[in-house]
């Protein structure tokens, strides 16, 4: 397993500061936000982000996140895909070869949904796939129709996608309804991508994205999934993603370190 960080633990931090304060606290594989390298290709090019990256020693193993594309209709399903046909053209002119995508927030699901979401994200993963890009479904534990590990799966399953896998973000994993039994469904096949962060203090059902602290200062039992990882020979990356506005606040370099 490759450590990794995601550039929401700095989220406050521009795309460009990111870059040499990462490196210089030993990072060099980085989960890119987004919204920050598009905040910067408004006033820069893609070969300056490249030439940036390169310099640093930084290399993208993944970027975060896409919304929009499993349940969205009409207009709106236009207006997500042409985003993320853009964003897919961005990830392969940087060798990005990940993307996390993000269910997508209904009322309230119907099976129908389900059958609709399926479909979606084997076209997105075909899609992703002409790009080089892998596609890494994230479960959250607030969605109304894939709040659990098991769901992903099954969505994944159901999907028929070869390029597509589970992005297992250990908060919503602890904080949602997954359960522990879920985790001998994970396999190097069906994962994609993971992501740890920590939780102290706080209930898990009132806990938020905001509460996450860093991995071994609160209560999770990161141990067992490490080890599982390790049975069925993961060797993908692991990356930190603490969106925790406190952490936000402190100098880059300590919140990077």
Request: charged share 20%.
């Given at each position: 397993?490759k450590p990794?960080?995601?550039q929401a633990?700095?989220?406050?931090?521009?795309?460009?500061?990111?870059?040499?304060?990462?490196?210089?606290n030993g990072?060099?594989?980085?989960e890119?936000?987004l919204?920050?390298?598009?905040?910067f290709?408004?006033?820069?090019?893609?070969?300056e982000?490249r030439?940036?990256m390169?310099?640093?020693?930084?290399k993208?193993?993944a970027a975060?996140?896409q919304g929009g594309l499993?349940l969205?209709?009409?207009g709106?399903?236009?207006?997500h895909?042409?985003h993320?046909?853009h964003?897919l053209?961005?990830?392969?002119?940087?060798?990005?070869?990940?993307?996390?995508?993000?269910p997508?927030f209904?009322?309230?699901?119907?099976?129908?949904d389900y059958?609709?979401?399926a479909?979606a994200?084997?076209?997105?993963?075909?899609?992703?796939s002409?790009?080089?890009?892998?596609?890494?479904?994230e479960?959250q534990?607030?969605s109304?129709?894939?709040a659990c590990l098991e769901?992903?799966?099954a969505?994944?399953e159901?999907?028929?996608?070869v390029?597509a896998?589970?992005c297992?973000?250990?908060?919503?994993?602890?904080?949602?309804?997954s359960?522990?039994?879920?985790?001998?469904q994970v396999t190097?096949?069906n994962l994609?991508?993971?992501?740890?962060s920590?939780?102290s203090?706080?209930?898990r059902e009132?806990a938020?994205?905001?509460d996450?602290?860093?991995p071994g200062?609160?209560?999770?039992?990161?141990g067992?999934?490490?080890e599982h990882?390790?049975?069925?020979?993961y060797?993908?990356?692991v990356s930190?993603?603490?969106l925790?506005?406190?952490l936000?606040?402190v100098?880059?370099?300590q919140?990077g370190?």
């Amino acid at each position: 397993m490759k450590p990794c960080i995601s550039q929401a633990t700095t989220l406050r931090n521009s795309f460009e500061a990111d870059l040499p304060m990462l490196s210089r606290n030993g990072w060099t594989d980085v989960e890119i936000w987004l919204t920050k390298l598009e905040t910067f290709l408004q006033s820069h090019s893609l070969a300056e982000a490249r030439s940036m990256m390169a310099a640093d020693g930084i290399k993208a193993v993944a970027a975060s996140s896409q919304g929009g594309l499993l349940l969205s209709r009409g207009g709106e399903r236009a207006s997500h895909w042409d985003h993320f046909r853009h964003r897919l053209t961005l990830l392969a002119e940087l060798g990005v070869p990940a993307l996390v995508i993000t269910p997508d927030f209904v009322p309230q699901a119907s099976a129908d949904d389900y059958l609709h979401a399926a479909a979606a994200l084997g076209e997105a993963a075909e899609l992703a796939s002409t790009f080089g890009v892998r596609i890494a479904l994230e479960f959250q534990k607030t969605s109304p129709f894939c709040a659990c590990l098991e769901t992903a799966i099954a969505l994944i399953e159901q999907s028929g996608a070869v390029n597509a896998g589970v992005c297992f973000d250990v908060f919503h994993y602890y904080t949602g309804p997954s359960k522990p039994e879920d985790l001998a469904q994970v396999t190097p096949q069906n994962l994609a991508w993971v992501q740890v962060s920590d939780l102290s203090g706080t209930p898990r059902e009132l806990a938020g994205d905001g509460d996450r602290i860093l991995p071994g200062d609160g209560d999770f039992q990161l141990g067992p999934i490490i080890e599982h990882l390790g049975r069925i020979g993961y060797d993908g990356h692991v990356s930190l993603e603490v969106l925790n506005p406190h952490l936000w606040q402190v100098a880059p370099d300590q919140a990077g370190s």
